[in-house]
């Protein structure tokens, strides 16, 4: 039409649709998943909007989305009546990619060989529906305004946006509305079986009815649309379990853990977290926070109320209030006592069902740790509060072995032994061969050996463990004490009566280059080595540090 104006699109969006139309990803079943999110979201946003103004729901619409297929014009549309977008927002929101993590994940999509692979595995919101479409037509009302707008773009280099008409504007209330025209092979999503199977697997948590309105006989809902975590754990199978966590993480992955419980007293909420069981790529990004939901009495609020502290923020779910005002703005997010109270008894709920798992499930532990260890490690100098319990989770590469627990290590304590010892270094290999670890191999001391960049944050604490405390064997003087070496005829403890002279030589030797020479209990076969002040800090976990901020 005349007033139609052609926008470019941001050059990261062009990239991506590149990247999708020509991605040779065969599971393009996930384009349904994403746009009927989006419908999810718009009527979350629709009734959250609705609290402070409820002018908007006047009409007495309720909250849907409806997906209808046309053989005839071979398009597949998918309607909600959700909060829709004004002009603004269909060029802000269909024209750029706001989230970091979608930019993030597209860094990674051109340095990998395996990208198509990536877009299965993480969903990439609406341009996915470029798979499957070569035009799109998405036509929106925002809620309460007298405008429609639509937007439409065969993917490539940008879209038109222009004012709808007439025709738009009677068929469209509230709400959005888009129109799939499907590429060739992509038709069977026209079949009613495929659309109900595709809904049925991703989608049948969706809280709003999923309406299928077929060419012939009656429209009917095709998912359940349960809070499931409202319903009692007696009546739920694990597969309902894992498909809630695909829909509601955005997950392709199982679940490692699963917790589901009602609190009562003071407070009511239901609770339905999960554990993923394979990494995100932005789990290290700085803006990557938790993205726990919360919703009152069934009405999502906000997924950024930070419910869990960072170090749990690869946790995914709902938690869901009885008794928290609807209207909560910003300001009460942060400083509502009773949202405190509910932080902290969840914070140590997800805490103290991780433990149990490391007991109960030891390889669904595993899959936890190996994926998120260096995130809850941070945790231990975080959360004081439940540093102890922290440390009794995480597991360690040792000398004695993999995935040891530091309650397994106090357990095999040596005689007379005080102190848990630990190595930092880059690599297990190198740390093997450090002689730092002569003295307590000698004694069949076990030693943490210690690779990841937080384990600088945490080791640098003075920690201690059920009491004994954990001490570095690359700092300061190490004394073994009384324990016992394994072959007593080597014992190196009886002081050499020349060690006096060869100190003082190499000490005049060296000069200020060192702050001391001193014997040693820590070597048995190496002549000498270099360590760090008790005080200073430690030259391995300074090494690892820089590696951090690299
Ligand atoms: P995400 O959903 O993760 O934000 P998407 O690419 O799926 O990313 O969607 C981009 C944005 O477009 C959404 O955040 C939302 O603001 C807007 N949007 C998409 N679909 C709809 C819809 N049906 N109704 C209202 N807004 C929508
Ligand atoms: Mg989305």
Redesign the pocket.
Known sequence: TADAVSQPFQAEVAELLHLMVHSVYSETDIFLR??I???S??CD?LRYEAIANPALIADGAPPEIRIVPDKKADTLSVV?T????DRQ?LID??GT???SG?KSFLARLTEAKDGAGLIGQFG????SAFMVADRIVVT?RRAGAGEVWTWTSSGGSGFEIAPGSEEDAKRIAR??E?VLHLKPDAKKYLETHEIERIVRAYSDNIQFPIQLVPEEGEPSQINSASALWQRSKSELKPEDYATAYKQIAHAFDEPAMTLHYRAEGRYSYAVLLFAPSTKPFDLFEPERKGRVKLYVRRVFITDDADLLPAYLRFVRGVVDSEDLPLNLSREMLQNNPQLAQIRKAVTGRVVSELEALGDKEPENFAKIWEAFGPVIKEGIYEDFERREKLLALSRFTTTAGEKRSLKQYIADLKPNQTEVYFLAGDSIERLKSNPKLESAAARGIEVLLLTDPVDAFWTSAALDFEGKPLKSLSQGDIDFGLVPLLDEHKDETKPDADEASIIAVIKATLGERVSDVRASQRLTSSASCLVAGSHGPDRELERLLARQNR
Do not use: C, P
């Open positions: 994403e746009l999110s989006n419908a979201d718009a946003k909600d959700g909060i829709g977008m927002e929101h269909l990619i706001a989230r979608t990439v919101g609406f341009y929106s709400g959005t888009i």
